[in-house]
């Protein structure tokens, strides 16, 4: 159980184009949604908490105008990058908990290449 | 503010060895610990929580954590490690009132190599 799917494992796109990344809860409810960025060799950075229905919650330094959060349902988080440069290029990791204590599962994660 | 350390950056182990990755964190109130296990590309693993309770947690693939309030530690181990357990070891500890809203701060990393 608890299972998180992240799509696409892989974009290449490029600078100035708009990429969208899907999280997915396959078999829970996620009231709560986490976005994370990873650089090579280092631990996760929080970008950004959303629940469902409300607006996101961005952490201090992170562009909402440039990483756009959408928690739709309760099944269903996006992240898009906008007009997106090289230095946008990472690896990014969503995450989903369920209602009261539950631990945050993981999606696969994207890598994210703008040439 | 929580934060986690974990201060073996890179342990090498033989195979069939014991493994012990040490955690500590700081946290004024009781925290939520959490072992996640990354190999490499993919994303993060769950392998134990701890929320309450009994103080030793066992976790999947053989694992287990003792969470020791008074060393503020949530220390991992595994009794015989297999050459499939290298990868990348995160300790993490959530912060909030338990409900939806709580946030996790990661540990930096233990990367994990197995001899053969």
């Known amino acids: 159980g608890a299972v998180v799917s992240q799509h696409p494992s892989w974009v290449i796109c490029k600078s100035g184009t708009s990429v969208k990344i899907e999280c997915r809860s396959l078999d829970f409810q996620a009231t709560t949604m986490f976005w994370y960025r990873q650089f090579p060799k280092q631990s996760l950075m929080l970008m950004a908490t959303s629940n469902e229905g409300s607006k996101a919650t961005y952490e201090q330094g992170v562009e909402k105008d440039k990483f756009l959060i959408n928690h739709a349902s309760l099944t269903l988080s996006t992240l898009t990058v906008t007009s997106a440069h090289p230095e946008d290029s990472s690896f990014y990791i969503c995450s989903a908990k369920g209602q009261g204590r539950q631990p945050q599962h993981f999606g696969d994660g994207t890598r994210l290449s703008i040439l | 503010a929580q934060s986690v350390t974990q201060p073996d950056i890179h342990i090498t182990v033989s195979e069939g060895a014991s493994l012990e990755l040490r955690c500590n964190y700081s946290y004024g109130a009781t925290p939520y610990l959490f072992w996640y296990v990354q190999s490499p590309g993919q994303g993060l693993q769950l392998l134990l929580k701890?929320?309450?309770?009994?103080?030793l947690v066992q976790g999947i693939k053989g694992f287990e954590a003792e969470f020791k309030r008074s060393q503020s530690s949530f220390n991992l181990r595994k009794p015989s490690v297999h050459w499939s357990d290298a990868a990348e070891y995160f300790c993490?500890?959530?912060?909030?009132?338990?409900?939806?809203?709580?946030?996790?701060?990661f540990g930096k990393g233990t990367l994990l190599t197995v001899n053969p």
């Open positions: 701890y929320f309450s309770g009994d103080t």
């Open positions: 993490a500890v959530g912060a909030g009132s338990g409900g939806s809203n709580y946030k996790l701060t």
